[in-house]
């Protein structure tokens, strides 16, 4: 069956710190890429997508994931992280397999970040 | 504009009892997603649909799970007989035509079963 696994659960970082979580997906076939923020109190919001092309893709607020499809990766990225950057992070994929578009999701990295 | 809506923002109910949960979408996104999130589970798909048709059902966890769509927009997922394990938080999500596309999340319900 198709998964995601994110490596982290819990991340703490200081302002200014850098910041690398880690997503790995199970398919062989063609896959749409996504990370989603929960920001506490508020719903899901894209962070970045990856459909195609360059396999650096760049989102809001400063973060950037790249596709290694070699490795079945797809790696969030953020040089310097604020307060405000404390959320809890999704990685998500959509494969070709039935051709429904639902997202399956990682369990999730919450990341706290000390001001 | 409006983004994808859903109610109630919170729903306690006692065990056994019937519920239903509503989403409106964005206007205009034929696809249609409930998903759930609970603690020990994360995120999980339960329903999709593409117009008022629902040809993956496949996250369901139960036959007292049911979801439908009319006119293309609003959607109902409705519990029969609950039970505490369906505590969780359920998501409505919609996406423009293309499946596989960016889903767009209204804010939940909160479900608890007591």
């Known amino acids: 069956a198709q998964s995601v696994s994110q490596h982290n659960h819990h991340v703490i970082l200081s302002e200014a710190a850098s910041l690398e979580l880690g997503c790995n997906y199970s398919y062989g076939g063609t896959v749409n890429l996504f990370w989603y923020v929960q920001y506490p109190g508020q719903h899901l919001q894209l962070l970045l997508k990856y459909f195609s092309g360059d396999p650096l893709v760049k989102g809001i607020k400063g973060f950037e994931a790249e596709f290694i499809k070699s490795k079945f990766s797809f790696n969030l990225r953020k040089p310097s992280v604020q307060w405000s950057d404390t959320a809890e992070y999704f990685c998500a994929v959509t494969t070709s397999s039935g051709n429904t578009g639902k997202l399956i999701f990682g369990q999730g990295t919450t990341l706290q970040v000390k001001p | 504009g409006a983004g994808v809506s859903q109610s109630p923002s919170n729903k306690v109910t006692e065990k056994g009892k019937d519920v239903e949960l509503r989403c409106d979408p964005i206007s205009g996104h034929t696809a249609l997603y409930w998903y759930r999130q609970s603690l020990g589970q994360g995120l999980e798909f339960l329903i999709y649909?593409?117009?008022?048709?629902?040809?993956?059902k496949s996250g369901l966890p139960s036959d007292r799970f049911s979801a439908e769509r009319t006119g293309g927009s609003v959607s109902t997922l409705t519990i029969q007989r609950t039970q505490q394990e369906d505590s969780a938080v359920y998501l409505c999500?919609?996406?423009?035509?293309?499946?596989?596309?960016?889903?767009?999340f209204g804010p939940g319900t909160r479900l608890t079963v007591t």
């Open positions: 999500a919609s996406s423009p035509a293309r499946p596989g596309g960016e889903q767009y």
């Open positions: 649909f593409q117009g008022n048709s629902a040809p993956d």
